[in-house]
């Protein structure tokens, strides 16, 4: 009884280890090094550990997951500063910054942008001017009705994606999407302009969806649009 009773412990602290495993990759531009963080499922969000001289800045920190823990603890460095939300904490470090606001922690700096009343989505970070960090990244398809719900958030949305064009940071990064440059960021701020153009030219839901496939023949995701134009009309 005890060895079957050990042996299912240990079955259940294999399967939590495979849980929480992920992968990482490495983004650098001049002083900075960003280390991302993949998880296994892509419904969970990315994370990032940005390495300095000084020591590490952790953002959007995983609930569990012994694969981001073990690579932290490689660095021996200490974390200096975590951001998780859009949101700083730490010592001397405040918890609140205003849009436009920027914190400098080991020699790094890190701007912030806030969300709107329209959308969540819009609140950014933007680490050393070369790396921009949002909630989506610039991904190339057919935007789901998560983000395109209401013709408000079509229009913030639009706006936002300008502002993050107009940084013209090296890399674009999301908490979930596939991420990319500038020129991903343009076919993003691009396909928006298209969405607010037939948005307000098009009279009914199957108008608009006709109209962006026109736009869009080889694009995927078009089952996200069916789902977009139910909220837009």
Do not use: W
């Not at 650098?28 to 990315?46: C, F, I, L, W």
């Not at 983000?147 to 979930?176: D, H, I, M, P, W």
């Not at 996200?224 to 837009?232: K, T, W, Y």
């Amino acid at each position: 009884m005890k060895k079957v009773l050990l042996s299912a412990v240990a079955a259940l602290v294999i399967s939590a280890g495979a849980m929480a495993q992920g992968s990482f990759s490495t983004l650098t531009a001049g002083y900075y090094k960003v280390h991302v963080y993949e998880p296994d499922e892509a419904s969970q969000p990315r994370a990032l550990i940005v390495e300095g001289d000084k020591g590490l800045v952790v953002v959007d920190r995983p609930h569990s997951s012994a694969s981001f823990d073990e690579q932290l603890a490689n660095f021996y460095m200490p974390v200096i500063m975590e951001i998780n939300g859009f949101r700083p904490s730490g010592e001397d470090v405040p918890s609140s910054v205003k849009a436009g606001g920027t914190i400098t922690k080991g020699g790094m700096k890190f701007s912030f942008t806030e969300s709107t009343d329209e959308i969540d989505a819009q609140a950014a970070l933007i680490i050393g001017g070369k790396f921009y960090y949002s909630r989506f990244a610039p991904s190339r398809e057919h935007m789901s009705a998560e983000r395109l719900n209401s013709r408000e958030a079509v229009n913030a949305e639009f706006n936002a994606a300008q502002k993050a064009f107009r940084k013209k940071c090296l890399y674009y990064l999301g908490q979930y999407g596939d991420y990319g440059n500038q020129s991903g960021q343009g076919f993003v701020l691009n396909y928006l302009r298209d969405v607010k153009k037939q948005m307000e030219k098009c009279q009914s839901a199957e108008e608009f969806i006709a109209a962006m496939k026109k736009a869009y023949p080889k694009l995927k995701g078009e089952e996200n649009l069916e789902a977009v134009a139910a909220r837009l009309y």
